[in-house]
């Protein structure tokens, strides 16, 4: 067995892969089902709870996640001392979120919000009870057992959601999801682990992963306002049914982003930090790991803007149309976000996360001025300004992160080149297939999808980014 670092490396990107695509295909699944049993308007309320409650969980977590992984060295004090604090501030916030309900309920003037955000905050209190754990697997490069855990969670909390939304709970199956998956998780993480922490507590400790940690938190916190203010603004002034829509397609544009992008970037992390010392070893691996996520997720985001209005109509129904110029319109910050997300591990590795921090600030503003002239135009308009800005940033952001590893951008740019002429390829072919089929019935996406799939894989042969070597398929990134 293969037990370099590279080895292991590559295990860890394996599992996270199966996992991902395993976990993404039962969400998609269950997405199906609820999008046919329920409204737009149930995803919009949950939606709207979602913004106010995921705010606090951003906060719970302190950043020590990332502080654990990132720290040469680790010891009990550390890990036992963190415990406690995520588990007391866990519970603090998911008490605000209790008494603050009515007011989140008020703020959107509906009333039956109140109970939805305070069953929505156990899941809160629930998942803190594992952050070490989960923080240890990563770590160590366990993502075996992480995937595996993350399926069980995903297969329950669908399962659940389904049979709720079946029996008639509208929009509380979707709390139900939530809730159910974060207890699944948090027990799985600690029935496997074989760590436990200690009654005791260590300032010492605590003050050793401060200085990290509240960079991450803070980040995390000014991060997460960024990527929801549109979703708060939608639901504020354009109401439930605008937001259910809204969500169905950023979600959508998200999936190349979840399921390559965030998987890449959650196994590059640990992979980096031990580079952090050899910069030009740093820029190979980090080009590499940009270079795979170009080659999978532009093709996909390509597929995604022509094949939109038939995706909709065949996976979720017609009555979600009118999320298909949202998708579109976000496709264009997708093709930049799939590779411009993995600037924040840069940041992290080479232990700058005050940096980042800094950059996250003046997003959130920008962000906020652009999405509030927006929400003027409608929900387009929000799309419209979401989109144009965070096309922008990419670019701003990768200058000032590769300056810190020595990254000249043009290089960069230039390692993506294949990958976007591979991306332009299978978006073309399958613009040229909608004049020859009909992409709204089955038979014909499946045609299409089918032809675009193996137009693709002859690609990637074609470029020798995929080979046959001593008997087995290779995938080679270093070009």
Request: hydrophobic residues 60%; positive net charge.
């Given at each position: ?6 080895g ?21 699944l ?33 950043g ?76 160590q ?15 329950s ?25 974060s ?16 009654a ?25 306002f ?68 170009g ?60 940096i ?47 300056r ?76």
């Open positions: 067995m293969n037990k370099t670092p590279q292991r490396a590559g295990r860890a990107l394996g599992w996270s892969f199966a996992g991902q695509l395993t976990t993404q295909v039962v969400s998609f269950a997405a199906i089902a609820l999008a046919r049993l329920l409204s737009p308007t149930d995803f919009g309320l949950v939606g709207m709870v979602a913004v106010f409650v995921g705010f606090l969980g951003v906060l719970s977590d302190t020590v996640t990332a502080a654990l992984i990132q720290r040469q060295r680790v010891e009990e004090a550390h890990l036992s001392s963190v415990f406690w604090l995520n588990v007391g501030v866990g519970a603090a916030l998911a008490c605000t979120a209790w008494l603050a309900a009515p007011l989140v309920a008020d703020f959107y003037d509906q009333a039956g919000l109140t109970a939805v955000v305070r069953w929505s905050a156990l899941a809160l209190a629930i998942g803190t009870l594992s952050v070490v754990q989960y923080a240890l697997a990563v770590r490069l366990e993502f075996k057992r992480i995937t595996l855990i993350e399926i069980g969670s995903v297969i909390s669908a399962a659940v959601a389904v049979a709720m939304a079946m029996n008639g709970y509208g929009f509380w199956s979707l709390v139900g999801q939530t809730l159910a998956g207890i699944v998780k948090a027990a799985a993480l600690w029935l496997s682990a074989g760590w436990r922490p200690k005791a507590w260590k300032s010492a400790a605590v003050k050793d992963v401060a200085a990290f940690s509240l960079s991450i938190a803070g980040f995390n916190l000014v991060n997460y960024s990527r929801n203010v549109d979703y708060l603004l939608i639901g504020k002034y354009l109401g439930p049914e605008a937001l259910g829509y809204y969500t169905l397609a950023y979600k959508l544009m998200l999936y190349p982003l979840q399921n390559v992008s965030a998987v890449v970037a959650r196994v590059a992390f640990p992979l980096l930090a031990r580079l952090q010392s050899d910069a030009a070893a740093l820029r190979r691996q980090y080009l590499r790991i940009t270079r795979g996520i080659l999978v997720t532009f093709p996909m985001v390509g597929g995604l803007f022509v094949l939109a209005d038939s995706i909709v109509a065949i996976v979720f129904g017609d009555r979600w149309q009118q999320a298909v110029p949202l998708i579109r319109i976000l496709c264009a910050t997708a093709l930049f976000q799939s590779v411009g997300t993995t600037v924040g591990v840069i940041y992290q590795a080479v232990g700058k996360p005050h980042q921090l800094r950059m996250a600030c003046i997003l959130a503003l920008l962000l906020f001025v652009a999405l509030a002239v927006g929400v003027q135009f409608g929900v387009q308009g929000v799309a419209v300004a979401y989109a144009g800005l965070m096309v922008v940033w990419a670019n701003c952001s990768f200058l000032v992160a590769f810190l590893i020595g990254l000249p951008i043009r290089r960069f740019y230039a390692s993506l080149a294949p990958a976007l002429a591979i991306g332009a390829a299978i978006t073309i072919l399958a613009a040229i297939l909608r004049f020859a089929v009909d992409a709204r019935t089955i038979t014909g996406f499946l045609i299409i999808l089918t032809s675009c799939a193996l137009a693709y894989a002859a690609l990637l042969c074609a470029c020798r980014y995929v080979r046959w070597v001593d008997g087995r398929v290779t995938i080679m990134l270093d070009k």
